[in-house]
């Protein structure tokens, strides 16, 4: 996300143990996390999720290796990658999806070109085959536009007009709610081996801040979401912030509402959950509710993101847009059906929606977490038990929304609690659980018994008062399809202190309202000593069996080798810190290379490299690991290795590769001064530029010169 969208307040107010005590507690289980091969039939033309886990057997086959020379750090206005590999940039913000339009880097963008052009700031994607037999050569693209560049998208008139304070033009705001979003753009691989978008293709389309889309699961429908625009609680507007990224069995595209509460503002009366969210309460992000009673303005385009109660009812004004915002939005991209929010899957700030180890008869799992300090994880469980007749299909003949709503619409979301001995406990957000003081969970958060939409909206607090664990900013999570394992990054956090607890929690019945270790004095422990956590690690864990429990430990921390606070003793040639995004790559025999994506915000690695993306195949450090150190320490480090680096100013989130391993597919996100060529739509992501460029997040397509599988 970049420390500019950044909420850096902490809206965590309960009094659950932090997740520094926990991992103090913690005591070697060396061997609970061992998993053996599994079966999943999973999609096998959908890109960037968990594969079908492949069941050969394991014994006559080489174990799996990283056969690249590491890349050292570096600071450059280029992508580096190691010798024998090239990089080329595909779909920079601004290209055209259509034949018609044209990219000029001097000319101004306007809301009509942008909303048929690439969005900004790439970062979750996933591809989506449209024939399984050039899967590796021609599908659809489907990418997140998290947020904006104002510097960049204003460069040719100098710079937004009133950013922070007065009124913004209506177009302006226009053209920055078509620049957030998803696209979804065909690409191909050429006889030369470049790639390419297909201008024009039926495929090609956008969702934007303003995008028509149905809201689905059980707050759809209730006074929650009811507003204006839509008074039956059925439709909104847009989708916003969207970070990291899903894809589902069914061949559908999950984009993931990460920090949206800062588009709205409320001036006045305010719900419980527009505080514990974190809805601003001067002036939203870049202001575009200002520019609400311009002449232009339609239906309320820029008045609903001021949500501060001014009508009779919900019916006459904005309060509850903001309700509408938080989810997982499923996408189909074979066709033009409007996306769907999945309310069932919880209200937070998504980082993304991770797909658990896929079982016939089973249930559908997905994980995610919400990033912010002090936050939580969550699984959700449907109902529905996985049909494998359900297994991804491109082509218009299949409703892959109706498939979607048999999985996601209707199940049980759980919070993760943590504990020191290396357990864990996936507790429900229903109405009737009980809470941690002994109420029910509906009376708690004064609902009434049969409420699930109130508990869904409210479900931060929900959480709270269950006793999840609050966690180092839980970014990207990742799923070993065979063995089940989920990794997440834990990026950073900055304010965690050395204070002791000073816990104390009430609720008088209109909220939680006091600081706990939860809250500001969340503390440091022998495990974990950094007072502020700007190096972050990865932990993973792996279901217990019944549903609810888990078995959990530091896979490893982020570091530096020149400070002594460096427990997995990381090295020139992997040093990293604050991990982000992360993709279990599965390959044969079961085995796999786990990516790790960075968004630095530590001093000592910022000043050796930029944003980078590493590589480690985790059943190469399965001997060795034990105690109450990470699993990657001293004696085996040298097994992750830096595969590329970012240019400078970037961070480097969003991958996929294509089924075939040939072509490695990541995200270049608000760079500095690139790509090189401010003209061109496609070119070598490794050269800088000789003079200063109008910088465009892109994407970037690693392969290697022999066109033989990356990393191996
Ligand atoms: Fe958008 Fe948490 O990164
Ligand atoms: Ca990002
Ligand atoms: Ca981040
Ligand atoms: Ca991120």
Redesign the pocket.
Known sequence: ?SHEIEDHRLLNHSDNEPFANVLAKRVSRRDVMRGGLGMAAASMLSMGGAGAALAATASDKKPLTLAFEAVMGAHQDAVIVPEGYIAQVLVPWGTPLNESTQWNPAHAMSAEQQAVSVGMHH?GMAGFALEESSASQRFVLALNN?YIDQSALWAPQGGPTHAKEGKRPAEESRTEINAHGVTLVEVRKEGDGRWSHVPGSSYNRRLTSATVMAMAGPVAGSDYVKTRFSPEGTQTRGTNNN?GNGVTPWGTYIACE??WPNIFVNTGERFADDARIGIPTERSRYGWETSAGDSSEVDGEFARFDITPRGASALEDYRNEARTFGYQVEVDPYTHQPAVKRTALGRFRH?GCWLGKLEPGKPVTYYSGH?ARNEYVYKFVSDAAWDPADANRPGEQYDRLAIGAKYLDHGTLYAARFDADGSGEWLPLTPDATTLDGRKLHAALGLPADDLAGIIVNTCDAADLMGATPMDRP?WATVDPASGEVYLTLTNNSQRTEAESDATYTNDGDGITQSGVGYATAPTNAANPRPDNGAGHIVRWKEAGNGTAFQWEVFIFGGSASDGNNPSGLTEINQFASP?GLWFDERDNGEGILWIQT?NGYDSIAEYTNDQLLAVVPSALKAGNGGSDAVVKRHNQHHIKRFAVGPNGCEVTGIFATPDKTALFINIQHPGNWPADGQALTQDATLEASGSVRPRAATVVIQKKDGGPVAV
């Open positions: 996300m970062d998290e970070c990460e920090n980082e990033d970014e982000d968004d």
